[in-house]
């Protein structure tokens, strides 16, 4: 048997993107709260102010606020150990300044996290997850204002005392190095700017390094039982070419937006390469007095990360090749791998490379904390969802990871993206669907919110049963 007895099966999702109730019970407005979608566009536009006539699918998600002892039942039927869920900030501190947390949302997640322990499902509970409080974006930057650490080692601090006898496993930040990238400037680091400034962002990402080694200290101070990790899309890469310009322009690649936030967060210093990436781009770090003793101090229990795709890179700024999408970041089109709807590339033997070179470079645990193939699926006029494309994805991707387990690698747990149909991240879309099981609600918010199994459901149910080994 591959996977070891006490191996950790379930599935994930995020506050932002399934709770819904965005401003029931004291929660505050959150970045993800003023992005609207919808109509012909399937995209997602910002807005300053909510607006009365807009659809916002954050705001209703598939209201697991108010279904979540439902939700939990069917993941249990499945047979989850265990359940990644994020705590929305602005339900605890609604404009993130507070000194005082709001009650009532601590209260929500009480309920969440005894639900959880009625089925014995362990919550592995993401501190943020692209929901940063708008309030501290307009008002303060974000973590682009270094007054934004003690912000969120407070509330940090407040979830690891009111939850300390109920969660054991915890993340800091959410894909910390959708950083590196433009893009992440806003869902991330809460910078509002529509111009990007590389070197605030790189600043802004110091402060959350900070930040989340500050809170690792103090998390392992008041239940030294916790385990509290680190959370990276993976973005695989491979050069186009034996050509040794793409290998080196590959490499460097993988350096910046792979390595990089790993490396701190495990490793507990900045790494060569970047000290050299930021001389290059006269980029220069503000660093507080202690910061290294903290990075030092703050390093994580293990590391987890999202793995959905891979893409090739190239040298040849000229090269026509076809692009393709993918979770952050696409790149150049693999020919000897096939496409998703939505373009990106299908890559289960990548996934055991991926473990195997991230257990090579740290020797912690992993765990991989998102996997899932977003498609739309068809309902059948009895109501059954016959979708044969997921069960393949996933089972081919679970077929790496065992023979990762046989190579060597420490993995710990599994837990596919969006195992209950959401609100895409992206684009708001509720077409894109990942889960097991169905939720009743398109593009445009429409629909019952109910729940059905998919045939992805009782497979699932079945190699969870097995430990991994009837994947038939």
């Given at each position: 048997?591959?996977?070891s007895?006490?191996?950790?099966w379930?599935?994930?999702t995020?506050?932002?993107q399934?709770?819904?109730?965005?401003?029931v019970?004291?929660?505050?407005?959150?970045?993800?709260d003023h992005?609207?979608?919808g109509?012909?566009?399937?995209?997602?536009?910002?807005t300053?102010?909510?607006?009365?006539?807009?659809?916002?699918?954050?705001?209703?998600?598939?209201?697991?606020?108010?279904?979540y002892?439902?939700?939990?039942?069917?993941f249990?039927?499945?047979?989850?150990?265990?359940?990644?869920?994020?705590?929305?900030?602005?339900?605890?501190f609604p404009?993130?300044?507070?000194?005082?947390p709001?009650?009532?949302?601590?209260a929500?997640?009480?309920k969440?996290?005894?639900?959880?322990?009625?089925?014995g499902?362990?919550p592995l509970?993401?501190?943020s997850h692209?929901e940063?409080?708008?309030?501290?974006a307009e008002?303060?930057?974000?973590f682009?204002n270094?007054?934004?650490?003690?912000f969120f080692?407070?509330?940090?601090?407040?979830l690891f005392e009111?939850?300390k006898?109920?969660?054991k496993?915890?993340?800091?930040?959410?894909?910390?190095?959708?950083?590196?990238?433009?893009l992440?400037?806003?869902?991330?680091?809460?910078?509002?700017?529509?111009?990007?400034?590389e070197?605030?962002r790189f600043q802004?990402?110091h402060?959350m390094?900070?930040a989340s080694a500050?809170a690792?200290?103090?998390?392992?101070?008041i239940?030294p039982d916790f385990?509290?990790?680190?959370?990276l899309?993976y973005?695989?890469?491979?050069?186009?070419?034996c050509?040794p310009?793409?290998?080196?322009?590959n490499?460097e690649?993988?350096?910046k937006?792979?390595?990089?936030?790993g490396?701190?967060?495990?490793?507990g210093k900045?790494?060569?390469?970047?000290k050299?990436?930021?001389?290059?781009?006269?980029?220069?770090?503000?660093?507080?007095?202690?910061?290294?003793?903290?990075?030092?101090?703050?390093?994580?229990?293990?590391?987890?990360?999202?793995?959905?795709?891979?893409s090739?890179?190239t040298?040849?700024l000229?090269e026509?090749?076809?692009?393709?999408?993918?979770?952050?970041?696409g790149?150049v089109?693999?020919?000897?791998l096939?496409?998703s709807?939505?373009?990106w590339?299908?890559?289960?033997v990548?996934?055991?490379?991926?473990?195997?070179e991230l257990?090579?470079?740290?020797?912690?645990p992993?765990?991989?904390?998102?996997?899932?193939?977003?498609?739309?699926d068809?309902?059948?006029?009895d109501?059954?969802i016959?979708d044969?494309?997921?069960?393949?994805?996933?089972?081919r991707?679970?077929?790496e990871m065992g023979?990762?387990v046989?190579?060597g690698?420490?993995?710990i747990?599994?837990?596919?993206?969006?195992?209950?149909d959401?609100?895409?991240g992206?684009t708001?879309?509720?077409?894109?669907?990942?889960?097991?099981i169905?939720?009743?609600?398109?593009?445009?918010?429409?629909?019952?919110?109910?729940?059905s199994?998919?045939?992805?459901f009782y497979?699932y149910?079945?190699?969870?049963?097995?430990?991994?080994e009837?994947l038939?």
């Amino acid at each position: 048997m591959a996977f070891s007895k006490d191996f950790l099966w379930g599935g994930a999702t995020a506050a932002n993107q399934c709770e819904g109730a965005w401003d029931v019970d004291g929660k505050g407005e959150s970045i993800p709260d003023h992005m609207r979608a919808g109509g012909l566009h399937k995209h997602r536009v910002m807005t300053p102010t909510i607006e009365p006539d807009g659809y916002y699918p954050n705001h209703d998600g598939i209201d697991f606020y108010h279904r979540y002892q439902e939700d939990i039942a069917l993941f249990a039927e499945m047979g989850f150990k265990v359940f990644r869920l994020s705590i929305a900030w602005s339900r605890i501190f609604p404009k993130g300044d507070e000194t005082e947390p709001n009650e009532a949302g601590l209260a929500f997640y009480d309920k969440v996290f005894d639900e959880c322990k009625k089925y014995g499902i362990e919550p592995l509970v993401t501190i943020s997850h692209f929901e940063l409080p708008y309030a501290l974006a307009e008002n303060y930057g974000g973590f682009a204002n270094r007054k934004t650490i003690d912000f969120f080692v407070n509330y940090a601090t407040t979830l690891f005392e009111r939850y300390k006898d109920k969660v054991k496993y915890w993340l800091t930040f959410n894909e910390i190095n959708f950083g590196t990238l433009p893009l992440g400037g806003r869902n991330l680091l809460g910078i509002l700017d529509e111009e990007d400034d590389e070197a605030r962002r790189f600043q802004a990402l110091h402060h959350m390094f900070i930040a989340s080694a500050k809170a690792v200290k103090i998390g392992h101070q008041i239940n030294p039982d916790f385990q509290i990790g680190c959370m990276l899309a993976y973005m695989t890469m491979y050069p186009l070419t034996c050509k040794p310009e793409d290998v080196l322009a590959n490499q460097e690649l993988v350096k910046k937006l792979n390595w990089f936030c790993g490396d701190v967060q495990v490793k507990g210093k900045y790494p060569y390469y970047m000290k050299n990436y930021f001389a290059k781009h006269d980029i220069q770090l503000e660093f507080a007095a202690g910061d290294e003793e903290i990075l030092k101090e703050g390093t994580v229990d293990y590391y987890t990360f999202s793995y959905y795709m891979t893409s090739c890179v190239t040298a040849d700024l000229d090269e026509n090749g076809d692009r393709v999408g993918g979770n952050l970041f696409g790149g150049v089109k693999n020919n000897y791998l096939e496409t998703s709807e939505w373009g990106w590339q299908i890559d289960p033997v990548g996934l055991r490379f991926t473990l195997n070179e991230l257990y090579d470079r740290y020797e912690i645990p992993l765990m991989i904390v998102e996997n899932g193939l977003g498609a739309v699926d068809q309902v059948e006029t009895d109501g059954s969802i016959h979708d044969d494309y997921r069960i393949d994805y996933v089972r081919r991707h679970i077929e790496e990871m065992g023979k990762a387990v046989e190579d060597g690698v420490d993995l710990i747990g599994y837990t596919p993206w969006g195992c209950i149909d959401l609100v895409s991240g992206g684009t708001g879309e509720m077409s894109k669907r990942y889960g097991f099981i169905y939720v009743d609600k398109d593009d445009e918010g429409n629909g019952s919110f109910d729940r059905s199994r998919k045939d992805s459901f009782y497979w699932y149910k079945k190699v969870i049963a097995t430990n991994g080994e009837d994947l038939a």
